[in-house]
């Protein structure tokens, strides 16, 4: 019941009217002319509306099924993860070296969000074979690449993330998993490993799954920890594939939503794994591959609030249901449409000013990546470094909300799983908890990269806003971007004055005010966002030529952004600023 | 894997130190003392965690099935029901005329809660009956009432309500549900209606559906519509049950969560029914109905974050995860507890404070309708008219959002079926659709309930606030309360005051206000609350002999609300201030 359409004119105005790629040094941002984006933008919204999005339901009803240690993905999952591997779309962002097409992470993301939107489930399991690419690619021997990434890129092996046991999710020092050296300088793995998403599955040849283990000799806690590569089946010499490997599938959970993903609980009975990296500094080496992967999670938190957003935009132009307070609009009718009504948009301009200032944000933390990647931007690195948590935390809580809001559009009938909106719900509610609950998120933030480089990284965000405050202030038209930009800029300077401050004298002062700060950073990134989106816009328009409705469109949506989210700044501020005392004034057993 | 303990302690608080029901010239509170109200919960109690509590994960598991015309109940539900009803629980607060037990309403409303906490989905068999009961009881004749009241207060027939129709839900002027009025004075009932809450299941001899149709000669929209009586199984002169009317079940809906109700698609063939009140005055028939309804689902609401805080607060006490920053708290174990770090305190902190200032709020409100009911009071009717849509609309929105956040404490286990969290926001969810979107609750307070009666009841609550605070002055232990519920209360002021003069010029700068003004008063609600407790807290300690740790932790918790929560009151009025501009610039085609 539902649909999904491709948002490619409002990607191609962010790719060239606001970041500006083909002006950009970043080594590949000159190819990407707006023809090429264009064509590539298309194709792959057409692969997302007509295969991947009509499996969404049937993925969400059906789920996943293990039988006799075998799962079965959803009917017709198998033929769109074929038709996805002969487009080519594994690949896009990939090393040419190993068969990849070597186009920007940039352009992965905006790929990326449609196969999110249209289908979230099933998108996941390119998703982690992706975050497996590049662990491997960044940490693996000559050998371990050519061993695993052609078949990874393409995927006809897919990946895996063991990271979670029974007894421990976000404290990995407490880790049971066992590797036992051997004299041929592989492992044998031993543990149970749990939330493992594509764990076990159809769709592939293989299955290499990392998984994060500790070895003799490394000491306590995650110093102990080392990252290794297990493979389902054993690679030969020859690159064909062995003897089966001693994991297992335990089970395959029942969740909330993203039914159409296996879930497993995995077994390693001594299998053998392979050292990736370096031995005892497998955390250093899952870290490296955070920010994309948190990137990833952000991406999906507005990327299923936009697919929600359109089919209550749908309803609510469908929907005949009261009049227009001001006046019948639709007076042939029997009532007007849902959309005449004030608090029915105001619900459809929370969700499509949040989305629209999400992706600015999410693909402006793509180009830094690549600027890290591509050219070895330290400053790149570390303002999205600053970012990850922001784009992960802020961008799953506030796309949660939004497929909600989505949901309430529809009434009643949004309560029932015919309409789809449920799952949308469901979906993205998982976003919040996986790779780092948003607690950890706001920890992350508040207590490592606030501080790091010598606070370096925030101080170069500030005086980005300050500069382009500084550069647009001559014109009258933004002053409804810059003013509210620069007040909520002041009051995250003056909730930073207060964790420092407070902090040194407690740190629970920092700490019971971290989720607060990582939604006052996330609506002030958000402003950001869309005082650069408004600017391009304003001088699109000056320009000529461009599609003036959307151009205006755009200019009034930020305009709602900055009148009614913002004022959220403040409110997370009043919180931050009254510490820790009230969080921490009961004793656990006065609970 | 989820338990409930019900918080008698705390009811008994808000009963005899905060309400002083024995004090009140309510018609029935001065019987209720302290001994009494305690027995009355206690018992409840235990039939809520004992009974109904077990079966709550089974009922979400089960769901409801459909077969030949008949819908079978989860496995237990029978037998739990017969419990219910051999307890003489549905009777607590009926009428003695039809076998009520007479207590007041307030009571009813705190056995309630704990049914709701327990097992919203099998609650809801008799909070229907409840609310059919009460429009037969204000609306019936005396040879109706005589009918169908006695086996309804005992449940062993149970009732429904059926307004909504496939193309209508808010609309009821669409109505398409036909009434044609026969020989005998009966009427021929012929429609479809939908989203029908046990419109059909295996626990009752017979079902009481109430039923809004049309009959000639109404005019137009909801002027036409009636309210009709229409029984499962005719009822013979003797009472004894006679044919099957000419109704069924045409589906049961797959729905996110409540899986224990059967939500029906009611078919009615040229069904029998009875006119019930006045001819073409159906909806005011409902109406009156409204406040206790929409007061039931408000109550839904923190019930059900009060059973997932009961069990997020027992899984951080639980799981070992880290180390409190301020040095290990639990230095003998391999970590320390959850309920150590701030962030998670926080979390704890939103969700205890906001129910226990819910429960405050709907207990007061459940006292107001007493005294309506019970005493003609014009007054307190008029102020639960007005906080009605609040408590409806606040507390279900907060209460999803804290059932969510209770689900956050568990990590990626609370997005896993079995441990029961998903379930109770799923649950929570359908509290914000059902009995009037919030988005109506919205429209309701702002349009109707401020300008009722000349703004005599908005009036009253500013006077109340203001005296409250204005006769807790000289306590300084109380400016914590006082100062920020002036400043709230006076925020609360502006809006209505922006309401009244840009409402005139455009309706749409108040009605795009209403769901910030809904929340916004809202907190004004709370804060208020919290403020009574305290006071009562504190004159309790200064009593001496009571609970010095419940009293201090109630205070603790309170402090937490007004430092914590209330800071949204700005943030509320500010996007209010902004009115209808931003939100109503878009075309709709430009969306």
Known sequence: MTRYTAPVQDMQFL??????VTGSDIPGYADLDAG???????????LASQVLEPLNAVGDREGCVLENGVVRTPRGFDAAFRQLKEGGWPALDCDPEYGGQGLPYLMGTAVGEMFVSANMAFNMYQGLTHGAYSAIHVHGTAAQKATYLPKMVSCDWTGTMNLTEPHCGTDLGLMRTKAEPQADGSYKIT??????SAGEHDLAENIIHLVLAKAPGGGEGTKGVSLFIVPKFLVNADGSLGARNALSVGKIEEKMGIHGNATCVMNYDGATGYLLG?????????FTMMNEARIGVGLQGYAVAEAAYQNALDYAKDRLQGRAVTGAQNPTGPADPLIVHPDIRRNLMDQKSFVEGARALTFWGASLIDASHRKGDAAAEGLVSLLTPVIKGFQTDKGFEMAVAAQQVYGGHGYIEEWGMSQFARDARIAMIYEGAN?????DLVARKLAADGGKHIMGFFEMVKTFVKDTEGDERMKGFT????????????AGMYFMQNGMKNPNNALAGSYDFMHLMGHVCLGLMWAR????????LDQGGGDTDFLQAKIATGRYYMARHLPAVGMHLARI????????ALDAAAF
Chains 1, 2 share one sequence.
Do not use: C, W
Not at 191 to 196: C, M, S
Not at 483 to 494: C, E, F, G, R, V
Not at 579 to 584: D, R
């Open 36 to 46: 090429f984006t264009s064509a590539v933008l298309e194709e792959a919204g057409k």
């Open 577 to 584: 600023q009254t510490g820790a005392e009230t969080v921490m």
């Open 278 to 286: 370096e031995l005892h500094k497998g955390m250093r080496a899952m």
């Open 439 to 443: 607690g950890i998120q706001a920890l």
């Open 533 to 540: 989106m408004a600017k391009a816009a304003y001088a699109a």
């Open 15 to 20: 790719l060239h009217d606001v970041l500006n």
């Open 191 to 196: 543990g149970q490993k749990i939330f493992i």
């Open 483 to 494: 003013d509210p930009l620069k007040q909520a800029s002041k009051d995250m300077q003056a």
